[in-house]
């Protein structure tokens, strides 16, 4: 997939930090860049006046931002989500504590603006959703592994109805349960990173995650 850039507007009253810098999409994770310093002196060095602290945080994190945006809005709209999250983790990182790790930070952060982009969406939904949603369907999600050129017509056609049946069906899930599978299954947290981004204890991410998985396979099967 050919990578897009996307610039920040920070608006307003925002320019003593310097310029918000664009963002490279997509990536799948965390960016492998050398010269990523780490979490806390990247956040040090922006807070102590030098913007590029927060140009390598976007390099480092974007990837996984939009990874979990595609998910839960589909690629369409994450890059909107993308821009949100990091704004608003620009205007809000002198609130971070490190309480959670940055990654569990930004993630909470991602999940709020898509839960928003969400609303967003139901309401323009009966509008354009026969055309967006072919779109969708055929546009590859993050980490999904590209057709088999060598498999048969036929291969090809059951693997993309297995594919549309799975995003459906995670798309069909109530909200709570969702963001949970997709956060385990799709994005690899553990349970205690779900259970800071989602603010519940992990008990409660146990019992989404399990009814989320029997919910799926109900659906599938």
Same mark, same amino acid.
């Given at each position: 997939?050919?990578?897009?850039?996307?610039?920040?507007?920070?608006?307003?009253?925002?320019?003593h930090? @310097?310029?918000?810098?664009? &963002?490279?999409?997509? %990536?799948?994770?965390?960016?492998?860049a *050398?010269?990523w310093?780490?979490d806390?002196k990247?956040v040090?060095?922006? $807070? @102590?006046?030098?913007?590029?602290?927060?140009?390598?945080?976007?390099r480092?994190?974007?990837?996984?931002?939009?990874?979990?945006? +595609? *998910?839960l809005?589909?690629?369409?709209?994450a890059?909107?989500? %993308?821009?949100?999250?990091?704004?608003?983790?620009?205007?809000? $990182?002198e609130?971070?504590? @490190?309480?959670?790790?940055?990654?569990?930070?930004?993630?909470?952060?991602?999940?709020?603006?898509?839960? +928003?982009?969400?609303?967003?969406?139901?309401?323009?939904?009966?509008?354009?959703?026969?055309?967006?949603?072919a779109?969708?369907?055929? *546009?590859?999600?993050?980490?999904?592994? +590209?057709?088999?050129?060598?498999?048969?017509?036929?291969?090809?056609?059951?693997?993309?109805e297995?594919?549309?049946?799975?995003r459906? +069906?995670i798309?069909?899930?109530?909200?709570?349960?969702?963001?949970?599978?997709?956060?385990?299954?799709?994005?690899? $947290?553990?349970?205690?990173?779900?259970?800071?981004?989602?603010? %519940?204890?992990?008990?409660? &991410?146990?019992? *989404?995650?399990?009814?989320?998985?029997a919910? $799926?396979?109900?659906?599938?099967s």
């Open positions: 997939m050919t990578a897009r850039i996307l610039a920040f507007h920070p608006g307003p009253g925002a320019h930090r @310097g310029r918000i810098p664009a &963002v490279v999409l997509p %990536v799948s994770g965390p960016s492998e *050398r010269d310093p780490g806390e990247a040090a060095r922006f $807070l @102590g006046g030098d913007p590029t602290g927060f140009e390598q945080i976007v480092h994190y974007s990837g996984m931002v939009f990874s979990l945006a +595609a *998910r809005v589909g690629p369409w709209e890059e909107e989500v %993308v821009q949100e999250t990091f704004l608003r983790a620009w205007r809000g $990182l609130t971070f504590r @490190g309480d959670s790790s940055l990654k569990t930070w930004l993630y909470t952060i991602a999940l709020n603006r898509a839960k +928003a982009r969400q609303g967003t969406l139901a309401r323009m939904r009966k509008v354009f959703a026969s055309r967006r949603a779109e969708e369907e055929d *546009r590859p999600w993050p980490g999904e592994e +590209a057709p088999d050129p060598s498999a048969s017509p036929e291969e090809q056609t059951l693997a993309l297995q594919r549309t049946r799975l459906r +069906a798309r069909n899930l109530p909200e709570e349960f969702r963001h949970a599978v997709v956060l385990r299954d799709l994005e690899g $947290l553990s349970y205690d990173e779900i259970a800071r981004v989602l603010g %519940v204890p992990i008990g409660t &991410v146990r019992s *989404r995650i399990a009814r989320g998985r919910a $799926l396979l109900e659906e599938l």
